[in-house]
């Protein structure tokens, strides 16, 4: 493009030639800024179609928009500097300094990222849904953690522990150990009647004999 321009600059007037040769810059900044905006409405929709076809919390949803947008202008910036003749060397050594502080924040927020994720994860693969009842176990032999679930949201999966929606205790638990846990699941609405069970060695009670009919 700037091999055409340059051609075209040629055929120009000299009066002309130095007043156009300074609007190419703004030229290709306007395309970037008008290219960016159309890449964020793309992605924008994107996310939301994909929110809706595996129904994703309203939080996660703002914050990939969030992330996306950040992105995209992020990019369109760093563009539109370079066409104005700023340095590629600055830029790059900008750009690693910015990499070098998210790396750090990215570690210290582990923990939070990693319940994000795990609450995507329970949105996709729908090992369990609001109102079933879930235990997480520690081992095969102690109880765990034991409710219904009445909410899920980016970090924390609500169990409703007793009592109802008003009185009673839930649960807190961090969507990240739900992925570290044995989970012993109830669908909503199915009921379990427990039967005991015989001892296979014990035999049944006996019958008393009965009495012979007397015959009148």
Not at 86 to 102: D, I, P
């Amino acid at each position: 493009m700037t091999h055409l321009w340059n051609e075209y600059l040629a055929t120009l007037p000299a009066s002309l030639r130095e007043w156009m040769r300074g609007l190419l810059p703004l030229l290709q900044i306007l395309l970037i800024a008008i290219g960016a905006v159309l890449l964020q409405r793309l992605l924008r929709r994107v996310t939301n179609r994909v929110a809706e076809r595996y129904r994703l919390p309203a939080e996660f949803n703002f914050i990939a928009r969030r992330l996306l947008t950040f992105v995209v202008y992020g990019s369109a910036w760093l563009l539109a500097l370079e066409r104005l003749g700023v340095s590629g060397a600055v830029l790059w050594s900008a750009f690693t300094g910015f990499a070098a502080v998210a790396a750090v924040a990215f570690f210290a927020a582990w923990s939070v990222l990693s319940n994000i994720f795990c609450s995507l994860l329970i949105f996709t693969t729908g090992i369990f849904r609001l109102n079933d009842r879930i235990e997480v176990l520690e081992n095969g032999e102690k109880a765990g953690l034991k409710g219904r679930v009445i909410d899920i949201n980016l970090i924390y999966t609500t169990l409703e522990e007793s009592g109802n929606g008003r009185e009673g205790t839930v649960l807190k638990v961090p969507n990240s150990l739900l992925f570290q846990r044995a989970l012993r699941q109830w669908r909503a609405g199915s009921q379990q009647v427990a039967v005991p069970a015989r001892p296979y060695h014990e035999t049944p009670p006996e019958e008393p004999p009965q009495e012979p009919a007397k015959m009148n």
